[in-house]
């Protein structure tokens, strides 16, 4: 059993040490009614609970992860039938410049030698321009010697063409 008693200085209950004074520092003078107490009962010392930041961020991330994956996934669903309509865009009027080239340098020669060309080749061959032109979609150039215009086997003919801008 150990002693215990009120402290007027304080107003605690206290156990009193050995030397029968206030564990808080006051002396004996001030301990009041002292009775025989059951020995306190000391709790288990455990160590705090470290607050777990990466259980926050793994709970954040799973959150987020999905809303982020889903976010891109749209982007990108909506950006590559964008991307492959401008890139057949681009192609098609290269194509159209090209046959525009062709038939430029076919106007050409028809004023410095008074006939056509019969061939694209023979533009190479007179200077007219430096290499034949190619369709960037595989299409073939036809060349038509009796008026000098030229037509792609895949995009057709630049005339033809539902875009007014050429």
Same mark, same amino acid.
């Given at each position: 059993?150990?002693?215990?008693?009120?402290?007027?200085?304080?107003?605690?209950?206290?156990?009193?040490?050995?030397?029968?004074?206030?564990?808080?520092?006051?002396?004996?003078?001030?301990?009041? &009614?002292?009775? @025989?107490?059951? !020995?306190?009962?000391?709790?288990?010392?455990?160590?705090? /609970? /470290? /607050?777990?930041?990466?259980?926050?961020?793994?709970?954040?991330?799973?959150?987020?992860?999905?809303?982020?994956?889903?976010?891109?996934?749209?982007?990108?669903?909506?950006?590559?039938?964008?991307?492959?309509?401008?890139?057949?865009?681009?192609? @098609?009027?290269?194509?159209?410049? &090209?046959?525009?080239?062709?038939?430029?340098?076919?106007?050409?020669?028809?004023?410095?030698?008074?006939?056509?060309?019969?061939?694209?080749? !023979?533009?190479?061959?007179?200077?007219?321009?430096?290499?034949?032109?190619?369709?960037?979609?595989?299409?073939?150039?036809?060349?038509?010697?009796?008026?000098?215009?030229?037509?792609?086997?895949?995009?057709?003919?630049?005339?033809?063409?539902? !875009?007014?801008?050429?």
């Amino acid at each position: 059993m150990a002693r215990a008693g009120f402290c007027t200085s304080c107003g605690a209950n206290v156990y009193l040490a050995a030397g029968d004074a206030c564990p808080m520092g006051h002396g004996t003078e001030c301990i009041q &009614n002292v009775y @025989e107490a059951p !020995d306190p009962v000391v709790a288990p010392t455990v160590p705090p /609970k /470290k /607050k777990n930041a990466l259980l926050i961020v793994a709970i954040v991330l799973a959150l987020c992860l999905p809303a982020c994956a889903l976010v891109v996934g749209i982007v990108t669903a909506i950006s590559i039938p964008v991307f492959n309509s401008a890139q057949g865009s681009a192609e @098609e009027r290269a194509c159209f410049a &090209n046959q525009r080239v062709i038939e430029g340098a076919a106007q050409q020669a028809l004023a410095a030698d008074g006939v056509l060309p019969s061939e694209i080749s !023979d533009l190479v061959d007179d200077g007219y321009i430096l290499e034949v032109p190619t369709c960037l979609s595989g299409g073939e150039y036809v060349y038509s010697a009796s008026d000098g215009t030229v037509e792609c086997t895949f995009h057709g003919r630049y005339t033809d063409s539902e !875009d007014t801008s050429y």
